[in-house]
C-alpha cells in the first residue's frame, strides 16, 4: 500500500494554506491515517505551527530535495500520534537558484519520497506560496492538489494561473495529478463579499468546491504562535469543527 501525496498549493500568499495543510495533517492522524507533513515553503510556518524553530540549523527539507540526507533520517515526531513532520530548513530560500541547471530538476522531491511511500498513508506538502521550482517538485510528485481558496474579492484571478499550471504539469511532468478539493478558507458568514465570492467560486468550478467552509476564527489565528495546531489548541472552536468536517468530506471523495 503506497502513501497518497498531497500538495497544498496556491501562489497567492495569506490564503490559509498553512494552516489548512497543519490541521488537515492533524486530523487524518487523529482519525488513525499515518501521515507525513513535508515543510516545503522557507518561512518554515507549518514547523513552528507544530512547535519547531523555523530559524533551526537542523537538517530539513533542504538536504533531503538535494539528495545530501535520506527523509527516514531526520523526519521528526510531533506530538500527535501517527503524525511526522519533514521540518523546512532555512537554506531553503536559495535552493531554486542551486536547482536551476540541473537535470530532472522538477522530480528531486518525487525521488526524495520513493524510500518512504509505504511507510504512511498520507503525505501532505506545504508549498510555498509561489508556482517557483519548488512548488513545481510539489506539484510533480504529488498524487493530488488541494486548493485553500480565500474568500475576498481577488480570489478567482490567481486561481485561474494556478489552474493553466496544473493543466501542464499534467501534460508534461505528472499525467496523474488530479484537484482532490478546493476549500474556501477565511469565511466571514456577516460579509456580504464571502458569500458572494463563494458563490461565484462554486458557479464556476462546481463540483471541485468542497462543502466544508473554513471560517475566519481567533482560535485558528491564535494556535501558531502557542506551537499547536487548532485542532490541539481548541477542538471545540468553530475552525476546528471546520477542519473535521473538511477531512471527513476528503475521506468521502476517496471511497
Not at 530539513?60 to 523526519?75: F, K, R
Not at 532555512?90 to 518525487?110: G, H, N, T, W
Not at 506538502?125 to 506539484?139: H, K, R, S, V, Y
Amino acid at each position: 500500500m503506497s502513501a497518497t501525496i498531497v500538495a497544498i498549493a496556491n501562489q497567492k500568499g495569506g490564503v490559509g494554506k498553512t494552516t489548512t495543510v497543519v490541521n488537515v495533517a492533524t486530523a487524518m492522524a487523529a482519525v488513525g491515517k499515518k501521515t507525513l507533513l513535508i515543510d516545503l515553503d522557507p518561512q518554515g510556518n507549518a514547523s513552528s505551527g507544530f512547535g519547531f524553530s523555523s530559524v533551526s540549523s537542523a537538517p530539513g527539507t533542504y538536504q533531503v530535495i538535494l539528495g545530501e540526507m535520506a527523509l527516514e533520517s531526520i523526519v521528526q515526531n510531533t506530538e500527535i500520534p501517527n503524525l511526522s513532520l519533514l521540518t523546512a530548513s532555512p537554506d531553503l530560500s536559495a535552493i531554486e537558484l542551486e536547482m536551476v541547471l540541473l537535470e530532472r530538476r522538477e522530480y528531486f522531491l518525487q525521488k526524495a519520497l520513493e524510500s518512504v511511500v509505504t511507510r504512511y498513508d498520507f503525505i501532505f506538502i506545504d508549498c510555498p506560496p509561489a508556482l517557483g521550482l519548488l512548488t513545481l517538485n510539489a506539484l510533480t510528485a504529488a498524487h493530488k492538489i488541494l486548493i485553500p481558496l480565500q474568500c475576498e474579492y481577488y480570489a478567482l484571478e490567481g486561481l485561474s494561473q494556478l489552474l493553466r499550471t496544473i493543466t501542464r504539469i499534467k501534460q508534461k511532468l505528472n499525467p496523474e495529478l488530479a484537484i482532490w478539493g478546493i476549500v474556501l478558507t477565511m469565511f466571514d458568514a456577516r460579509s456580504a463579499l464571502s458569500e458572494h465570492v463563494a458563490k461565484d467560486v462554486r458557479q464556476f468550478l462546481g463540483e471541485s468546491v468542497l462543502d466544508a467552509v473554513i471560517p475566519r476564527n481567533v482560535r485558528i489565528a491564535e494556535s501558531p504562535s502557542h506551537g499547536k495546531p487548532a485542532l490541539l489548541y481548541d477542538v471545540d472552536c468553530q475552525g476546528s469543527r471546520a477542519y473535521i468536517k473538511l477531512v471527513a468530506e476528503l475521506l468521502r471523495k476517496m471511497e
